[in-house]
């Protein structure tokens, strides 16, 4: 079965510049989740959301980064403008529901030059 | 906001030894769960927990949520080199939905 499918895998890119970081959930399943992962604080959430709808967005570090769920089967994270502090490995998971474990990606390796 | 507690933060130890971790939190979790990482991957589930007391195995790993529901451990019995990686513990606070709180992980070498 696939699992949960990102692209592109590593991203290098001038600040300034616009990213968009795509993600497909494993199918059937209702809730999807993006994370950035740094080694200084780990793994946060970024926002979520459930049967498209985004639930929970605080952890969204500003208003350069956003996100969309067009479909069930599709979402990205887009950051304009790009900045070097922006610089990590974003993770998107999804879940059968927001309650049950979650299944992660391998993840979009972003450098912001 | 709430943070989990995981430790050791790192271990090194001869192919063939036990391991053991565990996470604490200050707040009552709904579910404990145990993740792998390895280079350039995503985190991989390893175990899920849904009962206070409840004792799951898998393989060589067995994890348990503590009876104050406040805890979990996670136990590897006779590693081997592939074990090496980091192992993140993760929870849903009771009464919340999609927020998933990690720990900080634990990093795992193992000497063949």
């Known amino acids: 079965d696939a699992g949960v499918i990102q692209s592109p895998r590593h991203e290098v890119t001038e600040m300034g510049q616009e990213v968009t970081l795509r993600c497909k959930p494993i199918s059937g399943h209702n809730s999807l989740f993006w994370y950035r992962q740094t080694m200084m604080r780990g793994l946060e959430l970024l926002i979520y959301?459930?049967?498209?709808?985004?639930?929970?967005d605080s952890g969204m570090p500003e208003d350069r980064f956003s996100a969309k769920m067009p479909n069930a089967s599709f979402s990205t994270l887009k950051i304009q403008p790009s900045e070097p502090r922006d610089s990590a490995v974003y993770f998107c998971?999804?879940?059968?529901?927001?309650?049950?474990?979650?299944?992660f990606g391998d993840g979009t390796r972003l450098s912001i030059l | 906001g709430q943070q989990l507690n995981q430790s050791p933060q790192s271990m090194f130890i001869q192919e063939g030894e036990d391991v053991s971790m565990n996470c604490t939190s200050s707040s009552i979790f709904n579910t404990w769960l145990w993740y792998k990482q390895e280079p350039g991957e995503g985190p991989v589930l390893l175990i899920a927990?849904?009962?206070?007391?409840e004792l799951t195995s898998n393989g060589r790993l067995t994890a348990q949520f503590g009876i104050t529901r406040k805890d979990s451990f996670l136990n590897i019995s006779a590693s081997i080199p592939s074990d090496v990686g980091i192992y993140f513990c993760?929870?849903?606070?009771?009464?919340?939905?999609?927020?998933?709180?990690f720990g900080k992980g634990t990093k795992l070498s193992v000497k063949p």
């Open positions: 959301f459930n049967n498209n709808v985004p639930i929970d």
């Open positions: 993760a929870g849903h606070e009771g009464g919340s939905q999609g927020n998933l709180i």
């Open positions: 998971a999804s879940s059968l529901s927001t309650a049950s474990p979650q299944h």
């Open positions: 927990l849904y009962k206070a007391g």
